[in-house]
């Protein structure tokens, strides 16, 4: 096997799990090596530390697969698919969407497998699971799904030198699947929706907060995509639930989702959230339950500053539209942005207001998106249920 010589920093951080190493890490790599070849990592004197997949092009240059001396064989890679499936058997009683695959948190970098009502939406993007496509597709066609949607990562394909391309690899995909949350029903779409169609890595907090909802409450929530939380808040029994997205497609799912629902006291408002708060501040501080649910706004490190400055202007004109006692749900899905990052925010926010909120809930991904302490990157959505004064 390709061998790849590493620094000694990278030799520690492998000895501790870690599962990347960075191109400014790599001390000898063989010349040419094409894009997802399997690779032994040795450290300066030659001694194993692992195998993984490299891709030249890519900064992150090598993928790690397996910290012990193992053959990184198509059996290997089917066996950790199976794995991952078998360790989420028990989600399926309250829910028939679920992450079966979460890349690296799962040992398989590079690979994201979601199953809405037996449907698959894959993503393969590296360099390294494209290359094993055939063992992943030969894995997932073994445990009998409806169907299999490829749905890439197009910034993370193009990343790695890779063509992003949408299509249907098994079976009839139908325009919608209906999916369960406990006794909420959503429609997801795969084709042309956003991300892998759905958000599941909120579904956990969707039910903490909905906890929180008394009858007759007034909720806007913001950044909804299908509409998520507000859904929930609505079968609760909400009085009146305004959802608020920037996206046509998202809200006409809204709109799908309360029929599917039976629920009626909902509104829906196309709009900029910055905005929309902003022009709103003035207005009667009248919700129960603001949510801020933002896409990411730090991808790199370099945005987390710009990242909290957006957090701050949301939270700060969010919890202006709180009457007293009113609970502000604020998320963010970077892994750039620490929950550290979120609380001195609220509390920047706060000394702006001049109301001090308690916390209420520390909330982070569902558990079918494992955090993986050795792999810090794994803990990426974090948010917190406040409620102000
Ligand atoms: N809360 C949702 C997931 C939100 S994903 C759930 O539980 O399923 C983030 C959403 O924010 C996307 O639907 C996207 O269309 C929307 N969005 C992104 N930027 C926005 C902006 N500036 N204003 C309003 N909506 C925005």
């Not at 501790?16 to 094409?34: G, H, Q, R, S, T």
């Not at 929180?212 to 507000?230: M, N, P, Q, T, W």
């Not at 000394?351 to 494992?370: A, G, I, S, Y």
């Amino acid at each position: 096997m390709k061998k790849i010589a590493v620094s000694w920093k990278a030799v520690q951080k492998i000895q501790n799990l870690f599962p990347w190493v960075y191109d400014n890490e790599i001390l000898k790599m063989p010349a040419n090596l094409p894009g997802g070849e399997t690779v032994e990592i040795v450290s300066p004197e030659g001694r194993f530390l692992a195998s993984g997949y490299a891709n030249p092009a890519s900064k992150i240059c090598v993928r790690i697969l397996a910290f012990e001396k193992q053959p990184v064989t198509p059996p290997f890679i089917e066996n950790r698919i199976y794995e991952a499936v078998l360790k989420r058997k028990e989600f399926f009683a309250e829910t028939d969407a679920v992450r079966l695959v979460h890349a690296e948190a799962d040992g398989l970098p590079g690979l994201i497998v979601d199953s809405y009502a037996g449907y698959l939406s894959l993503q393969i993007n590296t360099a390294g699971m494209e290359k094993r496509r055939e063992s992943i597709l030969g894995a997932l066609r073994k445990q009998a799904f409806r169907g299999i949607y490829e749905k890439p990562d197009a910034r993370a394909r193009i990343k790695e030198g890779l063509p992003a391309e949408e299509r249907v690899l098994d079976g009839e995909i139908p325009d919608r699947i209906e999916i369960r949350e406990d006794e909420i029903r959503y429609h997801v779409r795969l084709r042309g929706g956003q991300k892998t169609g759905f958000y599941l890595d909120q579904r956990r907090n969707r039910k903490i907060v909905a906890d929180y909802v008394r009858k007759g409450a007034r909720v806007l929530d913001c950044f909804c995509h299908a509409g998520g939380f507000g859904m929930h808040a609505a079968v609760r029994g909400a009085g009146v639930v305004r959802f608020l997205d920037e996206s046509r497609a998202a809200l006409e799912q809204v709109e799908e989702n309360a029929s599917l629902n039976g629920v009626r006291q909902i509104e829906t408002i196309k709009a900029d959230a910055f905005d929309y708060l902003a022009g709103n501040v003035c207005g009667r501080p009248d919700y129960d339950l603001v949510i801020l649910d933002p896409p990411s706004f730090a991808k790199t490190k370099r945005e987390r500053h710009g990242a909290l400055k957006g957090f701050r202007h949301l939270i700060l004109n969010g919890a202006r539209l709180l009457r007293p006692g009113g609970l502000l749900a604020v998320f963010s899905c970077s892994h750039h942005v620490e929950m550290e990052d979120l609380v001195r925010t609220v509390r920047d926010a706060a000394v702006e207001t001049r109301r001090r909120p308690e916390v209420l809930e520390w909330l982070k991904q569902d558990l079918d998106h494992p955090v993986v302490p050795h792999f810090p990157p794994s803990l990426y959505l974090k948010g917190l249920l406040l409620r102000y004064p």
